[in-house]
C-alpha cells in the first residue's frame, strides 16, 4: 500500500478579520467564535501552533449547534471539518488567543456564550466575563 503524505494547509493570504472568540471546554478545540455579519466561524485548537480556521458560510444557527454540542470535538469531527476554511497564523504571545468578548449586534445568542448551554449540565463555555 501506498504511504500517504500529509501537507499541511498553507496559511490564506486574504487580510485576517479578527473575530470575537470564547475559550471552550473541549480537549480538541480551544476557542470558537461567530461573526453573523459575514456567517464566519472561527475555530482555533488546542494542538497545532494555535492558528486560527475561518469557515465561510456557517449560520449562526450552524455556530450555535457546535457551541451547544455534548462533545465540541466529536461535531467538529462530523459537521465543520468538511467544510473549506482559511487559515491564519496564530496570534503572537502563547499561542492561544485571548478570549475576546462581545456582544455581535443581531446575534441570536443574549449573550456570546452563556454558560449551561444544551441539556448537557456538565457541558459550560469558558467566558471572559
Not at 475559550?23 to 456567517?39: A, K, L, M
Not at 458560510?57 to 471539518?81: C, D, P, R, Y
Amino acid at each position: 500500500m501506498p504511504k500517504t503524505t500529509f501537507v499541511p494547509q498553507a496559511f490564506s493570504e486574504e487580510p485576517y478579520r479578527d473575530i470575537p472568540m470564547a475559550q471552550v471546554d473541549s480537549s480538541q478545540v480551544s476557542c470558537i467564535g461567530h461573526c453573523p455579519d459575514t456567517n464566519t466561524l472561527a475555530v482555533q485548537f488546542k494542538h497545532g501552533g494555535g492558528h486560527i480556521y475561518h469557515y465561510p458560510n456557517v449560520s449562526a444557527e450552524q455556530h450555535l449547534a457546535f457551541v451547544k454540542a455534548e462533545s465540541i470535538g466529536s461535531h467538529f469531527g462530523k459537521h465543520i471539518k468538511p467544510l473549506p476554511f482559511k487559515k491564519f497564523p496564530a496570534p503572537q504571545g502563547d499561542g492561544l488567543q485571548d478570549a475576546k468578548v462581545a456582544k455581535p449586534v443581531g446575534h441570536p445568542l443574549d449573550a456570546p456564550y452563556p454558560m449551561g448551554l444544551g441539556d448537557n449540565p456538565n457541558r459550560q463555555l469558558k467566558s471572559a466575563y
